[in-house]
Every structure is written in structure tokens, then in C-alpha cells.
């Protein structure tokens, strides 16, 4: 049996002793390039999707106001509401006024709900209706 | 370039045996467990770019220099001797003797820089002496002598605090 030395005894006391262990070993450079190239990826998706949406947008407008309805909704839009009740002569003026009577009845049927009449006022869509024109 | 599979599983192999005492030895350099775990890394991914040992004899030395050298240069600029954080430990303490583990890296911090390396490197390392001389650039001879000086400083300075500790008690 051998005996040992205090230094060696020390010596076995300190192996006692682990060193803690390091953390995983990461391959940062062969990672970053493709967390990189990820996000760039992600950007590009987002990019794309707002063109997109932006040309969907565009052209639903585009695609309206080049219809006879989408014209329509343009004028509408663009028509201050006019607070005044139909009259029959309003309607008068505006069948004068109009390119045809399918125009004049469009515009009819596009202008804003109007407010409500006051007592003993008729609504010229009531009167028409109940009229049969000669035309 | 992609580094080669051999040299990858090789350069892992020595993280996996080395990695504790790599890192150790980065701490007792450094004082600092981040700095230190990234000059580990460091070391170990440049050997994975380098892509082949050829031209290195001694690749468990050869490891110990790499992280001696990026570790003084990493903390060239700082202070060497920073106090001990006692969160940070440096072992992992038998029979989980946290006293004894805050008083080694108390004893080891009290030794000077190149004792405290050559024992890092001989008792945890597990380098002879004339891997030691490699890796530090000193004669074999010194190495041991120095390694002599400083495992009984170590002994005594441990002794006194377990002294302390045991009369603390009583």
C-alpha cells in the first residue's frame, strides 16, 4: 500500500472539485446567416402582402367607379345630402333636366333618405308612384 | 465554408472532455463566467474555420494557449483581479459543500496569475508539466516548481479558513 504524501492527498481533495461545464457549443456563424435569411423572408412575405393589398384596394376602386353602379356610388358619395324633402317640383325640375327619364329615375332612387316631410307636404316619389305618366 | 464532419465531431470531442476545465481556466483568467464562456467559444469556433489540426501536435495544448491568449486579450483592458461574485461559482462542490467550494475560489484568487494557471491547468486540466511549459512558454522545471509554491499556499490558505470556520462555530 502506498502511502501518500499530503500534496498528493491535496492534490485528490481538489479533483473533488468539477470544474462547472460550459454551455452547448452553438455554430453561431453557419446560424446567423440563416436567422438572417429567415427574417429577410419575413419581410419580403410582409412586403408582398401590403402591395397586394394596396393594388386589391386600387383597383376595387377603380373597378366601381368604371361601372355604371360604381358611378353611381361616386356621385352619391361626392353629392352633398340635401336636407330638402322631395317636392313635386323638385321632381319636375329634374325630369326637365334630365337625359331620360331612366336617368332621372336613377338619380331619384340614389339621392340621400331625406328628412321627413312636414305636415301636409307630399313626397313627389309617392305622387309619381301613384301616377301614371304618359310618356 | 462549412467545416468538415470529422473535424466538427473531433473539435466537439474536445469541448465535451475540456469544455469544464477550458472554462475554468478562462475564469481564473478572466474573473468574469460570460466573458469566459465567450472566450471559450470563440476559441473553439475559430478551430472549426480553421477546418483541420494538421500542423498542431498537441491539440489538447493547443487548446489551453488558444483560450489563455484570447482570454488576455478580451481582458487586456479590464482589471485582472475583479472581486469575487459569490453568485458565480467555479465548481461544482462534493457532496455539495458550497462553503468549501466559495473558499477554494477564495484560495485560488488569492495566488498569483501564473500559479493560479498552472494549477487550473495541472490539477483540473489535467496537462503535465511540460504541456504546461507549452502552453504558458516557460521551462518544464518551472512550471513544477512554481505548481509546487502554489499547492501548498493553496493548502494553507484553505487550512486557515476551515480553522476559521470550525472556531467561528464553536
Excluded at chain 1, 361601372?67 to 329634374?94: D, E, F, K, Y
Excluded at chain 1, 336613377?106 to 309617392?126: C, M, N, T, Y
Excluded at chain 2, 504546461?132 to 486557515?160: D, E, N
Aim: charged letters at 20%.
Amino acid at each position: 500500500v502506498s502511502v501518500l504524501n499530503p500534496d498528493e492527498r491535496f492534490e485528490i481533495y481538489l479533483a473533488r472539485f468539477h470544474p462547472l461545464a460550459p454551455e452547448p457549443l452553438r455554430y453561431q456563424k453557419e446560424k446567423a446567416p440563416m436567422g438572417g435569411r429567415l427574417v429577410l423572408a419575413a419581410w419580403c412575405v410582409a412586403f408582398a402582402a401590403i402591395v397586394v393589398a394596396v393594388l386589391a384596394i386600387a383597383w376595387l376602386r377603380v373597378d366601381r367607379s368604371g361601372s355604371p353602379g360604381g358611378t353611381a356610388l361616386l356621385v352619391r358619395a361626392n353629392r352633398p345630402v340635401s336636407p330638402q324633402p322631395w317636392t313635386i317640383g323638385r321632381a319636375n325640375a329634374m325630369l326637365a333636366g334630365a337625359a331620360s327619364i331612366a336617368a332621372a329615375i336613377d338619380q331619384i332612387g340614389l339621392e340621400p333618405r331625406a328628412a321627413a316631410l312636414p305636415k301636409g307636404k307630399r313626397s313627389a316619389l309617392s305622387v309619381l308612384s301613384k301616377e301614371e305618366p304618359n310618356l | 465554408l462549412q467545416p468538415d464532419r470529422t473535424h466538427r465531431t473531433e473539435i466537439e470531442g474536445l469541448y465535451s472532455q475540456h469544455g469544464p476545465a477550458l472554462l475554468l481556466f478562462a475564469l481564473a483568467i478572466t474573473g468574469e463566467r460570460s466573458l469566459a464562456q465567450d472566450v471559450v467559444h470563440q476559441v473553439c469556433l475559430r478551430l472549426l474555420e480553421r477546418n483541420t489540426f494538421q500542423g498542431i501536435a498537441d491539440p489538447k495544448a493547443y487548446l489551453f494557449a488558444s483560450v489563455r491568449n484570447a482570454a488576455i486579450n478580451d481582458s487586456r483592458d479590464r482589471l485582472r483581479h475583479r472581486p469575487l461574485d459569490p453568485e458565480s461559482a467555479w465548481f461544482v462542490p462534493p457532496e455539495q459543500d458550497y462553503v468549501a467550494e466559495l473558499n477554494l475560489r477564495h484560495a485560488l484568487a488569492t495566488l498569483p496569475d501564473e500559479q493560479r494557471d498552472i494549477t487550473v491547468l495541472h490539477v483540473w486540466g489535467g496537462l503535465t508539466f511540460s504541456q504546461i511549459g507549452v502552453v504558458l512558454g516557460i521551462p518544464l522545471h518551472t512550471a513544477a516548481s512554481r505548481y509546487r509554491y502554489a499547492l501548498t499556499k493553496l493548502r494553507r490558505t484553505l487550512c486557515a479558513k476551515e480553522n476559521t470556520s470550525v472556531s467561528s462555530k464553536s
